[in-house]
């Protein structure tokens, strides 16, 4: 597939999203930008949370971790039901009966302004990386195959990117997203269902065959029992439960769209429908990172450095022009996805919680407006200089990398939302900062530690840091 193509795929979809934006951003306020003026419908938002619950990150970073983790991935994803069930059936009731824009205003109406502040800077860390390392990989993989070709440099890339996510977001915010991403959904599912169709029909073969091989092979085993390897199942279980339980439960940027249905009925029944959908969508990207690997081991190609740049290497090369194409929309709408709503929450977030737009008397609407869209051009420079830094150092699959940071960054979230839902103790708030700084260093601590007596934390540090940030507030507990 020549270079030219993939640009031109680009720009065509970009194009698409920017006519979705005009219509979508008429007449809209910070109310729009935030909420979507509580009028989203609630399978609306099920179907594009679809996509960007996958993300770039899903697209590229589970096929091409199969070929080192095989299935196991598969475990993570069914804890990730149960993750689901909390956030239905405790946060989003709790949201809702408060009437949040934040959902982090919970800490301030349970704990005080500290605890508020705390939450909402280590959401916006978190999100920031977060968004960053999702934008990193799609980026990269353009600029890998298809602009270097052209010598253009990785940050004017990275820049022109965020620029068009700015562009499309920057006047309606969560109301163009909401329909954005039924968009992105479908071309990214659309994109993995033709790349099992052109594998198959590469190799000569029907797509049930094709599974009857998958399912054959040694990389579709799902159980690793070994319980010191990251991979252990009931570590994976237990992990994919809290990772969603604090990367969408306690996540702005996945929580405000469920805030913006017209009631708590429809939020409910939106986010059950949506975690149901993910078993078996996670599990048909697994069975095309297997394919994939049985492809190149039929073409005797040798598989890449880098898991991440599977995928990408036999689409543009070894499928054909049609399957390249496919692909590349996939992965176009797998980033703007994730990477247009992280920058809305942390616009959210810092106009919020920050800078607390929504209750200045001092300002009118048309200042609330301004000052707003400032801070969106500021969240967009901010990613812009993280993505940059990242691309310096990256060493492993994207999505490993993901999880490991989301470990520390988001179990203080973790620790301080389950101590103010589960007790009614008060605590000193002044050194609640205190606690949610100490946490996450023992738990890098620890984590350094294990392995020297035989033991390998995975995205179970997560976990580990919610307990230490949970044992520090009962510590500073008033007695």
């Known amino acids: 597939m020549q270079p030219i193509s993939i640009l031109y795929s680009f720009i065509i979809y970009t194009i698409i999203l920017l006519f979705v934006s005009f219509f979508t951003s008429r007449k809209a306020n910070n109310d729009s930008f935030f909420k979507a003026d509580k009028q989203s419908p609630w399978y609306v938002v ?75 800077i280590y ?100 159980i690793i029992t070994d319980w010191h390897s990251p991979r252990f199942f009931i570590k994976q279980f237990i992990s994919g439960m809290f990772i969603t339980i604090v990367m969408t439960g306690l996540d702005q940027d996945m929580m405000q769209k469920n805030l913006s249905c017209r009631n708590l009925k429809e939020a409910q029944k939106n986010m059950t429908w949506m975690s149901i959908s993910l078993v078996p969508i996670n599990l048909l990207f697994l069975s095309l990172g297997a394919s994939l690997i049985i492809y190149a081991n039929y073409l005797h190609i040798e ?50 919680d920050i800078f607390n737009l929504e209750t200045r008397k001092d300002l009118d609407e048309n200042e609330k407006i301004r000052w707003r869209k400032y801070i969106h051009v500021g969240m967009s420079i901010l990613v812009f200089f993280v993505i940059i830094t990242f691309n310096s150092i990256n060493k492993d699959s994207v999505i ?32 609640i900062p205190v606690v949610v700084i100490i946490a996450p260093v023992f738990s890098y601590i620890i984590n350094q530690i294990a392995p020297l007596i035989g033991y390998n934390f995975g995205f179970e540090i997560l976990l580990l840091n919610g307990i230490l940030t949970f044992m520090g507030l009962w510590i500073i507990r008033i007695k």
């Open 303 to 352: 598989l890449p450095a880098k898991a991440d740049h599977l995928f990408p290497l036999l689409a543009f090369n070894n499928m054909g022009i049609i399957s390249g194409i496919v692909f590349i929309i996939g992965l176009i709408a797998a980033a703007y996805s994730s990477a247009d709503s992280a920058l809305t929450s942390l616009t959210t977030s810092m106009s919020v």
């Open 400 to 431: 490993n990398e993901l999880f490991k940071v989301a470990g520390f960054t988001y179990g203080p979230l973790l620790g301080m939302f389950s101590f103010g839902l589960f007790t009614n103790i008060k605590v000193k708030n002044r050194l």
């Open 123 to 222: 959401f916006l860390i978190s999100r920031v990386i977060g968004a960053s390392f999702r934008m990193f990989l799609v980026v990269s993989i353009l600029q890998y195959f298809v602009l270097d070709y052209y010598d253009i440099p990785f940050s004017l890339t990275v820049g022109v990117f965020i620029l068009l996510i700015f562009l499309y977001t920057m006047k309606a915010g969560i109301k163009t997203i909401v329909w954005t991403d039924t968009l992105q959904t479908t071309f990214m599912l659309a994109s993995v269902i033709l790349s099992l169709y052109f594998i198959s029909k590469n190799m000569s073969i029907d797509v049930s065959t094709l599974f009857q091989k998958i399912a054959n092979s040694e990389h579709s085993r799902i």
């Open 46 to 120: 099920a179907y594009g949370m679809i996509g960007a619950s996958l993300s770039g990150v899903t697209f590229v970073s589970v096929p091409g971790a199969v070929s080192n983790n095989q299935f196991s991935y598969l475990v993570m994803v069914i804890g990730y039901l149960f993750g689901y069930y909390v956030i239905i059936k405790v946060l989003l009731p709790l949201y809702y009966k408060l009437n949040l824009t934040s959902i982090y205003s919970f800490l301030k109406n349970r704990f005080g302004i500290e605890a508020y502040k705390s939450g909402a």
